[in-house]
């Protein structure tokens, strides 16, 4: 069975921090894996995937199959960027997600 | 970018009624949908893939007799709870997409009294 965890519910950082989002899954095949953001009072929506190999808003996520991780980073935080943030798993493209628990962001000024 | 949109927004319902949902695809087509319940400070839980002209999926744990799917049409999906009961509040969010896409409606609030 496919699972996702995030470890942190809540993270804290200041303005102006480094920030790692930590996301660990299991799966036993290649799977795709996903960051989705949520903003207060919006709707989910994508920030990053894996395959893309792209920075969103400063944000980038690697790939570790060895470890099974797909932590998110971002070098210097903005307040922006305080939001929910969903680590993401599918087996393929267009399939169903599992998500892990989330991690709210707060980025303090 | 597509956009999902879903209504109502919210509804407040009494114990022993139907309340129906609606997801639509705005600007694209839609083979599957997929349906998602979030209890507050949770994350999303799949209840059921919607497929167009066939049966949905329902995930393990999921009545499918309470909570009925249909996906009539490239562009809609519903999601009709039946004898809704206070432990069904919760907020449902419906997704749409692509190949390299997910898609979510703003969600709809349900209460139940």
């Known amino acids: 069975a496919q699972r996702v965890t995030q470890p942190e519910k809540l993270l804290s950082v200041f303005k102006g921090a480094p920030v790692e989002l930590k996301c660990n899954y299991s799966?036993?095949?290649?799977?795709?894996l996903f960051w989705y953001v949520q903003y207060s009072r919006q709707r989910l929506q994508l920030l990053l995937r894996?395959?893309s190999r792209e920075s969103i808003k400063g944000f980038t996520a690697d790939l570790n199959k060895g470890e099974t991780s797909f932590h998110l980073k971002k070098p210097f935080a903005q307040e922006e960027d305080s939001a929910m943030y969903y680590c993401?798993?599918?087996?393929?493209?267009?399939?169903?997600?599992?998500f892990g628990e989330g991690t709210q962001l707060t980025v303090n000024p | 970018g597509a956009v999902v949109s879903q209504h109502p927004s919210w509804v407040i319902c009494k114990s022993g009624t139907s309340v129906k949902i609606e997801c639509r695809s705005l600007?694209?087509?839609?083979?599957?949908m997929f349906w998602y319940r979030q209890f507050p400070k949770q994350s999303l839980m799949l209840m059921a893939t919607?497929?167009?002209?066939?049966?949905?999926?329902?995930e393990q744990g999921v009545e499918k007799d309470k909570f009925l799917i249909n996906h009539a049409s490239l562009t809609l999906s519903t999601l009709t709870v039946t004898s809704a009961h206070p432990e069904d509040s919760s907020f449902y969010i419906c997704?749409?997409?692509?190949?390299?896409?997910?898609?979510f409606g703003p969600g709809t609030r349900l209460t139940v009294t």
């Open positions: 993401a798993l599918a087996e393929t493209s267009g399939s169903r997600l599992t």
């Open positions: 600007d694209f087509q839609a083979t599957t």
């Open positions: 997704s749409a997409g692509d190949a390299y896409e997910q898609y």
């Open positions: 919607s497929n167009e002209g066939s049966k949905a999926t329902y």
């Open positions: 894996h395959i």
């Open positions: 799966y036993s095949g290649s799977p795709e």
